[in-house]
């Protein structure tokens, strides 16, 4: 049984050394918004109760667009754009 916690430690330490989840490019991060983006398209246009789904999708969008720097009003456009709500001329 020690020896078995012993390999853990190992394998933990060795993870630590090579995380999963390296720092992306701006050029990987605007990829994965954009197909995002799209992905958002597909669930607004199912039938069916997608609203958690939606709602995940919409926040991780936000989180990339963040991370991209856009402004909040140029996020939830592009959100818009992407859905099957009408649009609306923004209001400045």
Known sequence: ????SVEDVLKLVESYNNPPNKLRSVQEITAKYNLTLENYKKICFMSG?????????????????WVLGKPEKDIIKDITEHSNRPNFPLQL
């Open 49 to 65: 109760d997608v609203r958690e789904q939606k709602v995940a999708v919409h926040a991780e969008i936000k989180a990339l667009g």
């Open 1 to 4: 049984m020690a020896r078995q």
